[in-house]
C-alpha cells in the first residue's frame, strides 16, 4: 500500500531526527502508540463480546510479559472473547482461570527452527485486523524500544498467513498446551500427526520445484 509507504518514509526520517513521538495512519509504534493502539483494539473485541457480535482475538509472539496488555486480554476474556495465544517462550498469563481467564488458550511451538514471527489478529472472518510486527507484547518492547506493527491489507498475504496460522494452530507434535498452573502437556488429538515447522519445509521445497520447472519451461520456449 502506497499509505503504508508513506508511513514507513515519515517514520525513518523521524527516527533519523530522533523523534520518536510521532504517531502515524497505518503503522502502530513504540514507545509512543503501540501499546495503547493494541489496547484499543482488544478493547473494540471486548465491546463486540458484551453486545454479542461476533468476536475473537489471535496473537503469536515469543513472549508476553506487559501486564497492561495482560489485564486487557483478562478483561476480554472474562466479557466472552474467544482469545488463543501461540507463544514459543515466556507467557505471564494462566489460561482457563475461572472468572479471569477461562476464555484464553495458549500454546507453545518448540522445533527444529526458531519461532520468531509475530502475528496480531483482531476480529473474525473478513474485518480481522491483522498485523506483523517486530515487537512482543514486552515492557521493554512497547514501551523502551522503537518497535513497528504493521496491518496487513493485501488479500493473498492475508491468506497465506490464515492458511500458516491454521497449519500452527493444527500442529500436535510439537505444540504443548499451557495448563492452569502454568505447565504444559502435549497436545494430543488429531486424525494425521501434524508437524507444523515440517510441513512449511514441505511446502517451500514444493514452491521452489515449481519455480524450477517455470524457468526451465521459459528457457525451453
Keep these: ?52 457480535q461476533p468476536c475473537g482475538i489471535f496473537m503469536k509472539m515469543n513472549s508476553l510479559t506487559d501486564r497492561k496488555i495482560i489485564d486487557e486480554l483478562s478483561k476480554a476474556s472474562t466479557a466472552g472473547v ?20 477461562e476464555n484464553i488458550r495458549v500454546e507453545s511451538i518448540v522445533g527444529r527452527f526458531l519461532e520468531h514471527s509475530r502475528i496480531y489478529a483482531f476480529g473474525v472472518g473478513d474485518d480481522t485486523d491483522i498485523y506483523i510486527s517486530s515487537a512482543d507484547m514486552m515492557t521493554r518492547n512497547t514501551e523502551k524500544r522503537v518497535e513497528v506493527a504493521c496491518p496487513v491489507l493485501d488479500g493473498q498475504i492475508r491468506r497465506q498467513i490464515n492458511h500458516d496460522l491454521k497449519i500452527m494452530l493444527n500442529d500436535n507434535v510439537k505444540a504443548r498446551i499451557m495448563q492452569k498452573d502454568g505447565t504444559y502437556m502435549k497436545r494430543t488429538g488429531g486424525i494425521k500427526a501434524v508437524d507444523s515447522q515440517a510441513a512449511f519445509m514441505e511446502e517451500a521445497l514444493k514452491a521452489a520445484e515449481e519455480v524450477d520447472k517455470s524457468q526451465q519451461r521459459a528457457r525451453e520456449n
Design 1 to 52: 500500500s502506497d499509505k503504508i509507504g508513506q508511513d514507513a518514509s515519515i517514520f525513518f526520517h523521524n527516527m533519523a531526527t530522533f523523534n520518536l513521538n510521532r504517531t502515524y495512519k497505518h503503522l502502530l509504534v513504540a514507545p509512543s502508540s503501540l501499546q495503547d493502539e493494541i489496547i484499543k483494539r482488544i478493547e473494540r473485541e471486548k465491546m463486540k463480546a458484551e453486545s454479542f
Design 82 to 101: 474467544p482469545i488463543f495465544l501461540l507463544i514459543r517462550g515466556i507467557c505471564c498469563i494462566r489460561p482457563g482461570i475461572s472468572g479471569k481467564t
